[in-house]
């Protein structure tokens, strides 16, 4: 087991917590520094959305909070513990649905359950039963009943991503990575899906962070909105988001709703036009 | 007619017209049976001589499948092995691309140095030929393997091998099936090599005989035998790869909006 790094200890609040976090890539003349020295810290059960120009480490981030990569400098605390020295079972979705096509969508979203534990030493004996039902209400919850059986490739885009957003949650995870999940689908489906995923969030409560370009769609899901710059990239502000839930689409043509995606973008904007000469 | 139904007539109908018009040319320009014997002459002697044929043509597919099973369990083995990182594809690439380059002809003296005249040699050498398409495509499935589905295992914490059970395999499946239908002419052509070379039974010892006693249409009948045995085995593996890896060869009609 890691010992943790000498006179960093975790909050006792916070679910993640990055403390002091670098991240480089590369080595030599090729060195990016992807991650300039970051503090984050998510409370359980909370959303929180990081929202950035391209290339300013959200999906650093990301990987650091899941033991993907680990931190040049510094220490990430999942669950009280160094992050790798606990296993916190976790949830992730990217923009591509990453299903695997030789599998129908009820084994597709039934994969967490035969790898994590506890759930993998009672998958021989349950998949055909408890488990399987587990997956086919979930699929029905994001408007796929009738589809576990079909093959991800006969399937549009938005269906596809749905099922991967059951597949991010079936095992129940405490922490639930979405690394732009819904960047590849047309506006209406997207919007259809914040409203799925907000419905996923109420009723489970894991502690979700989204990474996103997408600003509307920071402001309608996430409790608290983290505006990174690249370049190195860093938090540069935190906003709390007040709406009450259930959020609608209409909220989104809210003076309040517009104002605040309005300053998010003028923060995102700001520094670029200040680089450039 | 549908497309695939017209060219599958097309298919049947110039493989009958290539067999009628050699028959016809040699008719037509008396070309002796010692030079080119006309197809008929060769179906019949096929028929008059089957007995004696048979147990070389039985000696020949056995030997065949026998390399061709060893092919397999070798080249999933060093598949595995070279595509298990993208570390050792690198590495061995060079080697490999070496090894395959070399005319396998010229390794059978060498099998019959070591083990001698007869089966063994056959065997090995249809082993040799056909287990490189299979390390090559096993090893090209596994290292291909997209990051974000590994990633997606990585963060549930999956072990390696649950990863190569349930990504890597599974992945790999259609490019192995597809060099298996290589791979089983290649263990044929590698059998009757050696066969012509150094043994003393297969369809390749008797085209050897045949032909040192002129006896050409019972050349020819042996060679009708191989490529009848050869399209065979190529049917039969074409079938279990599309009844295996279905997924890979989807249809676009399948799809919906």
């Known amino acids: 087991m890691l010992a943790p790094a000498s006179g960093s200890r975790a909050h006792a609040d916070a679910f993640v917590e990055l403390q002091k976090v670098t991240h480089t890539y590369g080595r030599g003349d090729k060195e990016v520094r992807a991650l300039e020295s970051t503090?984050?810290?998510?409370?359980?059960?909370?959303?929180?959305?990081?929202?950035?120009?391209?290339?300013?480490?959200?999906?650093?981030?990301?990987?650091?909070?899941?033991?993907?990569?680990?931190?040049?400098?510094?220490?990430?605390?999942?669950?009280?513990?160094?992050?790798?020295?606990?296993?916190?079972?976790?949830?992730?979705?990217?923009?591509?649905?990453t299903l695997l096509p030789w599998l129908t969508l009820r084994d597709n979203v039934m994969l967490p359950l035969k790898i994590v534990a506890p759930f993998r030493q009672e998958y021989r004996a349950k998949r055909r039963s408890e488990f399987r039902d587990r997956v086919d209400a979930l699929l029905a919850q994001v408007g796929l009943a009738g589809f576990a059986d079909k093959y991800p490739w006969q399937l549009s885009g938005g269906m596809m991503q749905r099922a991967s957003l059951c597949r991010a949650l079936v095992h129940e995870p405490q922490l639930l990575m979405l690394d732009e999940p819904f960047g590849?689908?047309?506006?209406?489906?997207?919007?259809?899906?914040?409203?799925?995923?907000?419905?996923?969030?109420?009723?489970?409560?894991?502690?979700?962070?989204?990474v996103t370009h997408d600003l509307k769609e920071a402001a309608y899901l996430a409790n608290r909105i983290c505006v990174m710059q690249a370049r190195p990239g860093r938090i540069i502000q935190e906003s709390v988001v007040g709406f009450a839930r259930p959020r609608t689409i209409a909220l989104s043509y809210d003076p309040e709703f517009v104002t605040l995606t309005q300053r998010l973008r003028e923060l995102i904007m700001r520094p670029a036009k200040e680089t450039v000469q | 007619m549908n497309p695939q139904l017209r060219r599958r007539f097309a298919s049947a109908a110039l493989i009958i017209g290539f067999f009628v018009a050699w028959e016809l040319l040699c008719v037509a320009f008396g070309i002796k049976d010692i030079v080119l014997p006309r197809p008929s002459q060769i179906v019949v002697t096929l028929a008059q001589?089957?007995?004696?044929?048979?147990?070389?043509?039985?000696?020949?597919?056995?030997?065949?499948?026998?390399?061709?099973?060893?092919?397999?369990l070798a080249g999933v083995f060093l598949g595995a092995l070279v595509g298990s990182s993208k570390l050792a594809y690198d590495v061995a690439y060079p080697l490999?691309?070496?090894?395959?380059?070399?005319?396998?002809?010229?390794?059978?003296?060498?099998?019959?140095?070591?083990?001698?005249?007869?089966?063994?040699?056959?065997?090995?050498?249809a082993m040799i030929l056909c287990v490189f398409p299979i390390v090559v495509n096993v090893a090209t499935g596994l290292a291909t393997t997209e990051p974000e589905l590994e990633d997606v295992m990585r963060a549930l914490k999956a072990s390696k091998f649950d990863i190569l059970s349930?990504?890597?395999?599974?992945?790999?499946?259609?490019?192995?099936?597809?060099?298996?239908?290589?791979?089983?002419?290649?263990?044929?052509?590698?059998?009757?090599?050696?066969?012509?070379?150094?043994?003393?039974r297969g369809i390749g010892n008797l085209m050897m005989i045949a032909s040192s006693s002129f006896d050409v249409p019972l050349v020819f009948a042996g060679l009708l035998i191989l490529a009848v045995l050869g399209v065979a085995l190529y049917?039969?593996?074409?079938?279990?790869?599309?009844?295996?890896?279905?997924?890979?060869?989807?249809?676009?009609?399948?799809?919906?909006?």
């Open chain 2, 96 to 125: 490999l691309v070496g090894f395959s380059s070399i005319p396998k002809v010229a390794v059978v003296p060498i099998f019959v140095l070591w083990f001698g005249a007869g089966t063994i040699p056959a065997v090995l050498t």
């Open chain 1, 184 to 210: 590849a689908l047309d506006q209406f489906t997207r919007e259809e899906l914040w409203g799925i995923m907000q419905e996923l969030w109420m009723t489970r409560r894991p502690t979700v962070l989204l």
């Open chain 1, 39 to 97: 503090d984050l810290r998510i409370e359980k059960g909370d959303f929180i959305a990081l929202v950035g120009p391209s290339g300013c480490g959200k999906s650093t981030i990301l990987k650091l909070v899941t033991g993907l990569i680990n931190a040049s400098s510094g220490v990430v605390f999942v669950a009280g513990r160094e992050v790798t020295a606990e296993p916190v079972r976790v949830g992730m979705a990217f923009q591509n649905p």
């Open chain 2, 166 to 200: 349930n990504v890597g395999l599974p992945r790999t499946m259609p490019y192995f099936f597809a060099s298996l239908k290589v791979a089983v002419t290649q263990a044929f052509v590698g059998t009757v090599i050696a066969e012509t070379v150094a043994s003393n």
């Open chain 2, 49 to 72: 001589r089957m007995p004696a044929i048979w147990p070389h043509a039985l000696q020949t597919l056995y030997t065949t499948l026998v390399g061709f099973a060893l092919g397999i």
């Open chain 2, 235 to 257: 049917v039969v593996f074409s079938f279990i790869e599309v009844r295996v890896t279905g997924w890979a060869h989807r249809k676009d009609e399948f799809a919906m909006g």
